[in-house]
């Protein structure tokens, strides 16, 4: 066997090596024919008595109806405070239930019958959409009317959606580069601009049901309301269908004037946001760009192809290629039909070539404003949009979202239709005028979201530096705390130190603590039960084992670093953590009271209980509020802004079931509520003090 296949090999190295195969079939040499002509399905019209305008093409291929309306809208009209607004409306129309239904009800119904319904809220419109068999077309389409005629606005489900929006807030900073899409959009369009608006929890504390029924009010109407179906049916037949269900819908929407993108003045050139313990840097550079113009879009599509767009673009081949700074590039001149969009560049690269990885885009961008590319460029350029371009098409549901589109912007469909045209005559002097006009060097900022101790590169060669703040904003406080005088500050030393030396003073001499507790956590709808044991060696190390469902997690702080393992993850902790982890415990007030002020509040009657309510804060306004049964002078209360499962807001958590250890009265029960619901129940098993502890435990290991 191994001698024939030695023969084999010789055989075709002999061949081919003589020409007899392979002779003159370079691939440069083949001829293809023509493209076919892409044929397009028909879209045929309808519109229904109260306003809504209809599109379908029909498709028989299989017995399933995919519905999308459309409706002018969207997330660019939420309201000055109340970012979220839209996309918190369309989430409570489809989770919300109607008048008759609940919204568990309705969920049932469309799983048994195999029929999904789902709205959407993008910057410029909202979309509802259905997909079923036809046989249960109607149905879907009855429910839907429901949900959109009479809505219930359940206030459970409010509250839901909020406290899902407060998990993504709670988790705008994981990714570096969701840090650098979002800061460069305010960058570009400025803080405050609609088209760059940033959830915030005071924005969900802002935004009521209240709200919501009126901003359905101004958008979800028949008037607003374009409608694509594909699916087997005819026009003549599916008009008086959606007649039956939807021409109930009446009314007027009320759309605003859309609002005007306007760049911000940069006086500073370059913004860095620092990430925590990141080994990359993502970057971005660029500008405001414009608004869509079909005279130049192909000149655009071919510039972008042949700059920064592909494996064959330039950016990416000067960064990796030959560079091999990155794996990828990406951006281009970004229109869009409503308002500018941006002319931007993005790539990532390890710290230590943030600089060379940014220079290197600015020197491409000025060769390519300066010199005609090659006609091997333009023409494999052409090729990939003449040869992509039938993919478009390759649905009935992509050709009618396309017709779509262009009537609900109002575009000109014979200037795109000859898009393909278009392409085919693009020339290289094309490219550079607009590089020329597209690419403004000096209106351009650069954005770097990395780790600054790690880049060891001069970043001050690029420019001078602005900080850029990424913080996540704490929930408001609506209490206003009075400005502090002596008087108050003293009081509140006084009485905390009293109630500290009564029931605390054990916290003076603690050297190691070792806490065995069950705890149960509610996240949203679901609740866990954990068994947690957390080991402190005073003043700074902390291990900490929790089991769930047969999982472990970890979390260990040593000093000034630390780390927590979840599901084989694990996440470094940033000394702004371990710095929140520590703050306001009884063992660092009683060593470290200088770096807090403690300001008196307040009596207060809680349940019976008389308290004297103390305010904490320091340097970096971190605060706590201390609850001091004036009776017994245990802290039996405790108020900040906590974050639990992604649910952050104003906090209250409540001690109880006291055993006094070592001169400390351990609570034995806590529980912690946000907005009156509680998140965390823990029941204490037993803690012990100063048991000497295995130091191995808070070794923080290399990653």
């Known amino acids: 066997?191994?001698?024939?296949?030695?023969?084999?090999?010789?055989?075709?190295?002999?061949?081919?090596?003589?020409?007899?195969?392979?002779?003159?079939?370079?691939?440069?040499?083949?001829?293809?024919?023509?493209?076919?002509?892409?044929?397009?399905?028909?879209?045929?019209?309808?519109?229904?008595?109260?306003?809504?305008?209809?599109?379908?093409?029909?498709?028989?291929?299989?017995?399933?109806?995919?519905?999308?309306?459309?409706?002018?809208?969207?997330?660019?009209?939420?309201?000055?405070?109340?970012?979220?607004?839209?996309?918190?409306?369309?989430?409570?129309?489809?989770?919300?239930?109607?008048?008759?239904?609940?919204?568990?009800?309705?969920?049932?119904?469309?799983?048994?019958?195999?029929?999904?319904?789902?709205?959407?809220?993008?910057?410029?419109?909202?979309?509802?959409?259905?997909?079923?068999?036809?046989?249960?077309?109607?149905?879907?389409?009855?429910?839907?009317?429901?949900?959109?005629?009479?809505?219930?606005?359940?206030?459970?489900?409010?509250?839901?959606?909020?406290?899902?929006?407060?998990?993504?807030?709670?988790?705008?900073?994981?990714?570096?580069?969701?840090?650098?899409s979002r800061e460069f959009g305010k960058l570009v369009y400025g803080s405050k601009s609609p088209f760059a608006a940033q959830l915030e929890y005071e924005d969900l504390e802002n935004i009521s049901l209240n709200d919501v029924r009126k901003f359905y009010e101004r958008f979800y109407k028949p008037s607003n309301m374009m409608i694509g179906v594909t699916g087997p049916f005819k026009i003549d037949e599916l008009n008086p269908v959606l007649e039956k269900h939807l021409g109930n819908?009446?009314?007027?929407?009320?759309?605003?004037?859309?609002?005007?993108?306007?760049?911000?003045?940069?006086?500073?050139?370059?913004?860095?946001?620092?990430?925590?313990?990141?080994?990359?840097?993502?970057?971005?550079?660029?500008?405001?760009?414009?608004?869509?113009?079909?005279?130049?879009?192909?000149?655009?599509?071919?510039?972008?192809?042949?700059?920064?767009?592909?494996?064959?673009?330039?950016?990416?081949?000067?960064?990796?290629?030959?560079?091999?700074?990155t794996y990828g590039v990406g951006g281009g001149i970004n229109s869009k039909f409503l308002y500018p969009g941006a002319v931007s560049f993005t790539t990532f690269t390890k710290s230590e070539s943030t600089v060379t990885a940014v220079n290197a885009i600015f020197d491409e961008i000025k060769i390519i404003r300066a010199e005609k590319v090659t006609e091997k460029e333009l023409n494999e350029a052409k090729d990939y949009f003449l040869n992509s371009y039938v993919f478009k098409f390759s649905s009935s549901g992509k050709v009618l979202n396309d017709q779509i589109r262009k009537e609900f912007y109002g575009l000109d469909k014979k200037k795109y239709d000859d898009l393909v045209n278009q392409i085919k005559i693009v020339t290289a002097e094309d490219v550079l005028y607009t590089a020329q006009k597209y690419l403004v060097p000096e209106k351009m900022v650069t954005l770097i979201v990395g780790t600054r101790k790690n880049i060891t590169e001069d970043l001050s060669k690029l420019g001078k530096i602005t900080d850029v703040d990424i913080s996540i904003k704490p929930p408001p406080v609506k209490e206003k705390i009075p400005e502090a005088t002596p008087a108050s500050l003293k009081k509140g030393k006084d009485v905390l130190f009293k109630a500290l030396a009564d029931n605390y003073s054990g916290y003076r001499n603690i050297r190691t603590a070792v806490k065995e507790s069950v705890v149960n956590v509610t996240v949203g709808q679901r609740s866990f039960t954990l068994d947690q044991t957390t080991t402190v060696v005073y003043p700074d190390k902390v291990y900490s084992e929790t089991k769930v469902m047969g999982m472990m997690m970890k979390r260990v702080i040593n000093g000034k670093k630390g780390y927590q393992t979840q599901m084989g993850q694990r996440k470094e902790l940033t000394e702004e953590e371990i710095e929140e982890s520590g703050f306001g415990?009884?063992?660092?007030?009683?060593?470290?009271?200088?770096?807090?002020?403690?300001?008196?509040?307040?009596?207060?009657?809680?349940?019976?209980?008389?308290?004297?309510?103390?305010?904490?804060?320091?340097?970096?306004?971190?605060?706590?509020?201390?609850?001091?049964?004036?009776?017994?002078?245990?802290?039996?209360?405790?108020?900040?802004?906590?974050?639990?499962?992604?649910?952050?807001?104003?906090?209250?958590?409540?001690?109880?079931?006291?055993?006094?250890?070592?001169?400390?009265?351990f609570p034995f029960k806590t529980e912690v509520f946000i907005k009156d619901k509680k998140l965390v129940d823990i029941t204490m098993k037993k803690v012990i003090i100063d048991k000497v502890v295995d130091n191995a435990l808070f070794k923080i290991d290399s990653k």
């Open 1 to 180: 066997m191994r001698k024939f296949t030695l023969i084999i090999l010789v055989l075709t190295i002999f061949l081919y090596g003589s020409g007899i195969y392979g002779k003159s079939r370079k691939l440069e040499k083949i001829k293809y024919p023509p493209l076919n002509e892409i044929k397009k399905p028909v879209v045929l019209t309808g519109e229904l008595e109260n306003g809504i305008k209809v599109r379908l093409i029909e498709d028989s291929k299989f017995p399933i109806v995919n519905f999308t309306a459309y409706l002018k809208g969207g997330d660019v009209y939420d309201l000055p405070g109340k970012t979220g607004l839209a996309s918190i409306t369309a989430q409570l129309l489809r989770i919300g239930g109607t008048s008759d239904m609940k919204g568990e009800e309705i969920d049932r119904i469309l799983d048994m019958n195999g029929i999904s319904i789902s709205f959407g809220s993008s910057l410029d419109y909202f979309t509802i959409s259905i997909s079923s068999l036809k046989m249960n077309f109607e149905q879907a389409l009855d429910i839907l009317s429901k949900m959109l005629v009479s809505p219930a606005f359940d206030k459970d489900k409010f509250e839901e959606i909020k406290t899902q929006f407060l998990s993504s807030i709670s988790r705008s900073n994981d990714d570096p580069a969701s840090i650098r």
């Open 249 to 325: 819908m009446k009314g007027n929407a009320m759309v605003p004037s859309y609002p005007v993108a306007k760049s911000p003045a940069h006086k500073f050139k370059v913004y860095f946001a620092e990430k925590a313990n990141q080994t990359q840097s993502q970057i971005v550079v660029g500008h405001l760009g414009y608004k869509e113009n079909i005279d130049e879009k192909a000149k655009i599509l071919v510039f972008n192809s042949i700059f920064s767009q592909g494996f064959n673009s330039r950016l990416m081949q000067r960064l990796r290629v030959k560079m091999g700074l």
């Open 585 to 665: 415990g009884f063992y660092d007030i009683f060593h470290f009271r200088t770096k807090y002020n403690f300001q008196y509040l307040k009596e207060e009657k809680i349940k019976g209980i008389i308290y004297d309510v103390v305010y904490i804060t320091n340097k970096e306004d971190k605060w706590v509020k201390f609850f001091i049964n004036k009776k017994t002078g245990r802290i039996e209360i405790k108020e900040k802004i906590n974050n639990i499962g992604g649910q952050k807001g104003l906090g209250r958590t409540y001690l109880s079931q006291f055993k006094k250890q070592n001169g400390i009265s």
